[in-house]
T-cell receptor, first 115, second 112 residues
Framework: QKEVEQNSGPLSVPEGAIASLNCTYS??????FFWYRQYSGKSPELIMS????GDKEDGRFTAQLNKASQYVSLLIRDSQPSDSATYLC???????????????FGQGTILTVHP | EAQVTQNPRYLITVTGKKLTVTCSQN?????MSWYRQDPGLGLRQIYY???????DKGDVPEGYKVSRKEKRNFPLILESPSPNQTSLYFC???????????FGPGTRLTVL
């Protein structure tokens, strides 16, 4: 089992719809969870971080974390064509007995928002 | 402007010719890391550094070296590059105690 798995894409939604991106992780002691957006040919850009169970909202983005189910998701409301990108889920995992510093990434989900 | 810079951005080289990719950050971050990104494999960590003179292996360290002599710089060294090191490389940094990493623009390396 991969350490961090994302729902296979590509995902295509119409403009104005809600895009739902999912991610599961295997390390139960993971503490920090991140969503990065990566446009084609560009570097990953941090868009959301979440550390405790529940929802965290930032504008049109909502991150949801369920540590019992080892599941983290990203909802994008009122999707826009400019949201078309690859979304990477990243989980902080243990490194040398500490949790600091090591991020493990999922393989990414390609999202296309069509007008 | 707070940023992570990498040089060069593009590099085509031949097997066995030593090369260095530089990474520099101006945010006074303690933590720095190198990743490679390959289609279907996602981002994989090569090496990371928690502070000056402190480095450790990531998931795919074979064929790479790093050094951290100054806080702002974290060069990636390929002493004898091979074609399987053809990839897109990213440097990232973060503050101590934070796992929110900020990425450089990437270096596309081709080894012939």
């Amino acid at each position: 089992q991969k350490e961090v798995e994302q729902n296979s894409g590509p995902l295509s939604v119409p403009e104005g719809a809600i895009a739902s991106l999912n991610c599961t992780y295997s390390d139960r002691v993971s503490q920090s969870f991140f969503w990065y957006r990566q446009y084609s040919g560009k570097s990953p850009e941090l868009i959301m971080s979440i550390y405790s169970n529940g929802d965290k909202e930032d504008g049109r983005f909502t991150a949801q974390l369920n540590k019992a189910s080892q599941y983290v998701s990203l909802l994008i409301r009122d999707s826009q064509p400019s949201d078309s990108a690859t979304y990477l889920c990243a989980v902080n995992s243990r490194a040398g007995g500490t949790s600091y510093g090591k991020l493990t990434f999922g393989q990414g989900t390609i999202l296309t928002v069509h007008p | 402007e707070a940023q992570v810079t990498q040089n060069p951005r593009y590099l085509i080289t031949v097997t066995g010719k030593k090369l260095t990719v530089t990474c520099s950050q101006n945010m006074n971050h303690e933590y720095m890391s190198w990743y490679r990104q390959d289609p279907g494999l996602g981002l994989r960590q090569i090496y990371y550094s928690m502070n000056v003179e402190v480095t450790d292996k990531g998931d795919v360290p074979e064929g790479y070296k790093v050094s951290r002599k100054e806080k702002r710089n974290f060069p990636l060294i390929l002493e004898s590059p091979s074609p399987n090191q053809t990839s897109l490389y990213f440097c990232a940094s973060s503050l101590f105690g934070s796992n929110e990493q900020f990425f450089g623009p990437g270096t596309r390396l081709t080894v012939l």
